[in-house]
């Protein structure tokens, strides 16, 4: 059975950081592209930040110099974290595993930025 669990969410303050944890488990995890969305109330989910299984990594352009994305394979966990966050980024941020024929996702976890 595949998991992916995520955690670390919660309430900070704009400017404030938070570092969201994604665990797989059922999957052979390094043969997986990583990648994180998030989705606000009312809007369609998009994608935040990828990592190839070789570990490059790519950012949508509004979290560029803010968010890092990072991978262990030996703990099976992509991490991103998120520094200087704005009221703007306040959504639910869920992590997707790919690989060629194959997708999974985790429930989400509520990230939510005060002003």
């Known amino acids: 059975q595949v998991q992916l669990v995520e955690s670390g969410g919660g309430l900070v303050q704009a400017g404030g950081s938070l570092r969201l944890s994604c665990v797989a488990s059922?999957?052979?995890?390094?043969?997986?592209?990583i990648g994180w969305y998030r989705q606000a109330p009312g809007q369609q989910r998009d994608l935040v930040a990828i990592?190839?299984?070789?570990?490059?990594?790519n950012y949508t352009d509004s979290v560029k110099g803010r968010f890092t994305i990072s991978r262990d394979n030996a703990e099976n966990t992509v991490y991103l974290q998120m520094n200087s966050l704005k009221v703007e980024d306040t959504a639910v941020y869920s992590c997707?595993?790919?690989?060629?024929?194959?997708?999974?996702w985790g429930q989400g976890t509520q990230v939510t930025v005060s002003s």
């Open positions: 059922g999957i052979t995890f390094r043969f997986f592209a």
């Open positions: 997707n595993a790919r690989s060629m024929a194959r997708s999974f």
């Open positions: 990592i190839s299984p070789g570990g490059y990594a």
